[in-house]
């Protein structure tokens, strides 16, 4: 018996049915591979007749392959225990096997647990998790492992990663249209080498060169899954060579199609995946909503969540949720329903009509408001699940002990606010805090999305209509708090609420009527920030009334904060978002409203240069790409929109464009009216429209110029448009506004 100290590099079952492959990084740096057994279970829920015939089947055509018993657990909906057939086997892939032939069966039969990837079974029965610090005894001979626990905790804040290899493969290609026509650097060990893909069979032997000697822990690539590994896998093929792309060579690549779905509202196209064993793959394109974050941020995810790295980069937070709570109800022993088939409680029409409300939204006071305040209830549905303990099993109960939700969530809250409150930008642990929090922020706001969701593993509508009441009755006091402290209360959204008061006030004024509603409400509740000034602009369909979810303003230590703006919004050219971000940050050297007429003139001269250079083309094309996501395939566009002309002009290049792809694409001149970014090298023969790119600038400045008083008028005489092309684009726009030009004493501000 050999004892050992290493970390957890991988886990999933191996080619022999019963057995999982476990990789691990010992304390001498040798990467291993170990075997572990262990029994996977799933339950059968019935009358004592169903149960007795489901018992019957199993062992006449399993009876070799599974255990089978009796066991009590906890059910899911209504906290008691319960007894249950629990059918258990060494072998992953079998479970869900047999599960599905006992739905078959007894298509009425209620089964639970089934499913569950392997790798939160041990985070759930070992603590282990991905890079987790482990010990672990194993056979010499078969390096069968007998033993193995993790050594920290996966709600560790300080820890530290192992001492990982990184292959980082970089790439300017775009599949779409130059596959295989760029070459490619690899990054390894202090070195780089360029790759020509053209010439195939060298480029093969250089990359499996590389990962044969360098042997890396992670492979992070651009189009990784869609283009570089495929290619390696079929020149492989062709040439009868193994490509070293798994450490574990039975297993070779597992490809998963791509795919599309629709998350929140929106239509997401999954692109083709590729997953290796023993080794890490992150495919940087492709991930469906970590972009942007480090990479040590999708370790912190999978860490917490159970998830191997690989899953995590490529799912979503409510992926994370869900596998926080199921490894919580695994450890608890309350059973997971395989078909989510909890209904809601029965309500008359009365009931059901007070229940079924949102979150609290006022309509803010319209216009510039000056030294306002804004506070936040920190992480409030999550903070209001974990308090009133609002779980399916704990539903109607009182002093029912902690449920399978509160108990996933705690934690995940009290991790996000150390981060949160030790991010210093001045270090580099700080900013990593800083990005380890935002990436936590969105688990929180998914994790009360998805008590409503059909598809979560514990799905309640009464929980996600008890977290919105228990939220309006929060908002509702802290209301009445400021007011009665003589403040107004400008605005609420869902959890925040902007005051101000006609009076100086201090921030200890404040900190004094927090603590009065934190008191009040039971939920941690900040001061976000004091505004210079804050501005709610107006709707386009009814000037008269502001946007709930629309504002900019800039606090007093000249922070600007924006939301629902076209600096906001991903389906506006970059150089209308750096042009309003530019404009913003002038005012905001303003100390106040009074004061910002000094600015004026500069913002102008901006205004008209960037015009200016816009008209001569001296604005790089980078920067007038638009990025929209198309809602249905192109098959569906009854009157095809922008982005599906372009998406049209890409699936006639050969590109593969489905419902959920983003389209980049210009405005151009005449027909076709847009080009595809991905086709810009084709630009003979097209002329950028200038003048829809000055519309949409001009819009934008207005949003952010004419609160203040700056006549729209002038604002068009600086971009110098075409009147009528001018009144088309208003009245698709902003609503049909009758255009008078400027007269010669133009000035600058209105009466």
Not at 247 to 255: E, I, L, P
Not at 407 to 413: G, H, I, Y
Not at 681 to 692: Q, T
Request: charged share 25%; net charge neutral; aromatic share 12%.
């Amino acid at each position: 018996m050999q004892k050992n100290l290493g970390y957890l590099l991988d886990i999933y079952e191996s080619e022999w049915r019963g057995v999982n492959a476990i990789w691990i990084l010992d304390k001498d740096g040798k990467r291993s591979i170990f075997y572990h057994r262990i029994l996977i279970t799933f339950y059968v829920y019935g009358s004592v007749e169903e149960l007795r015939e489901i018992w019957k089947f199993l062992a006449n055509e399993w009876c070799d392959q599974i255990q089978l018993g009796k066991v009590e657990k906890i059910h899911p909906f209504d906290g008691t225990i319960k007894p249950f057939l629990s059918v258990s086997t060494p072998s992953h892939r079998l479970h869900k096997t047999i599960a599905r032939a006992v739905q078959t069966f007894n298509p009425a039969i209620e089964l639970y647990d089934v499913g569950h990837p392997l790798s939160l079974h041990y985070a759930a029965f070992y603590r282990l998790f991905a890079f987790a610090k482990v010990r672990f005894s194993y056979k010499e001979n078969s390096k069968e492992i007998v033993f193995i626990q993790a050594e920290d905790d996966r709600w560790e804040t300080n820890y530290e990663l192992p001492p990982l290899k990184t292959l980082n493969i970089r790439s300017n290609l775009n599949p779409k249209i130059d596959y295989q026509q760029k070459p490619i650097q690899l990054f390894y060990h202090d070195q780089c080498l360029g790759v020509d893909l053209t010439q195939e069979e060298k480029a093969f032997g250089e990359i499996t060169r590389v990962i044969e000697e360098y042997d890396p822990d992670i492979i992070l690539t651009d189009f990784g899954d869609s283009m570089l590994l495929p290619f390696i896998i079929e020149k492989a093929y062709e040439l009868q060579r193994p490509s070293f792309l798994s450490r574990d060579a039975s297993k070779g690549v597992q490809s998963i199609k791509a795919s599309t779905l629709v998350s929140y509202g929106r239509v997401i196209h999954r692109k083709q995946q590729s997953l290796l064993f023993g080794r890490i793959h992150i495919d940087r394109k492709n991930m469906s909503f970590y972009t942007g974050l480090a990479v040590e941020t999708i370790y912190e995810i999978a860490r917490i969540s159970g998830m191997s790295v690989q899953e995590v980069a490529r799912s979503t937070p409510g992926r994370a949720v869900a596998s926080m709570e199921v490894i919580e109800a695994l450890r608890t022993g309350t059973c997971i329903p395989y078909r989510k088939q909890k209904p809601e409680m029965w309500r008359n029409a009365t009931e059901f009509l007070k229940a079924d409300r949102g979150g609290m939204i006022f309509q803010p006071t319209l216009g510039v408001h000056e030294n306002v305040a804004s506070a936040d209830f920190e992480s409030m549905f999550p903070s209001i699940m974990v308090a009133k303990n609002l779980s399916p099993e704990t539903m109607g109960k009182e002093d029912a002990p902690q449920g399978v939700i509160p108990r996933a969530l705690e934690p995940l809250l009290k991790r996000r606010l150390y981060y949160k409150h030790h991010c210093d930008s001045s270090s580099e642990k700080g900013v990593m805090y800083k990005a380890r929090s935002d990436a936590l922020k969105w688990l929180l706001v998914v994790s009360f999305g998805y008590t409503g969701f059909k598809n979560a593993p514990l799905t309640s509508a009464n929980i996600f209509e008890k977290i919105n009441e228990w939220g309006r009755e929060c908002l509702l006091d802290a209301k009445e708090i400021f007011e009665r402290h003589g403040f107004e209360v400008l605005h609420v959204f869902i959890d925040s609420v902007f005051v101000k008061h006609e009076q100086d006030f201090t921030r200890d004024t404040l900190s004094l009527i927090l603590s009065e509603v934190e008191k009040k409400t039971g939920l941690p509740i900040s001061l976000e920030g004091v505004y210079k000034w804050v501005v709610f602009i107006p709707s386009k369909a009814n000037r008269r009334y502001a946007v709930p979810n629309a504002y900019f303003g800039v606090f007093q230590n000249g922070e600007i904060k924006t939301r629902g703006i076209q600096c906001r919004r991903h389906d506006k050219p970059l150089l209308v978002k750096q042009a309003q971000m530019q404009i913003l940050q002038l005012l905001a050297q303003a100390k106040d409203v009074a004061s910002m007429k000094e600015y004026y003139p500069e913002i102008f001269e901006y205004i008209l240069q960037l015009v200016k250079k816009l008209k001569q083309g001296q604005v790089a094309l980078e920067e007038l790409v638009i990025t929209q996501r198309l809602s249905r395939d192109l098959s569906q566009y009854r009157m095809p929109s922008h982005a599906a002309q372009a998406g049209q002009q890409l699936f006639d290049s050969g590109a593969d464009v489905r419902a959920g792809s983003k389209i980049p694409f210009i405005y151009v001149k005449g027909k076709p009216r847009v080009l595809a970014w991905d086709l810009a090298e084709e630009m003979d023969g097209y002329e950028v429209d200038i003048a829809h790119y000055l519309y949409l600038l001009e819009d934008a400045i207005k949003t952010v110029l004419v609160p203040f008083g700056i006549e729209e008028d002038y604002i068009h005489s600086l971009m110098e448009l075409q009147p009528m092309k001018q009144l088309d684009f208003l009245s698709n726009s902003d609503g049909l506004r009758r255009f008078r030009p400027p007269s010669s004493e133009s000035y600058y501000f209105s009466d």
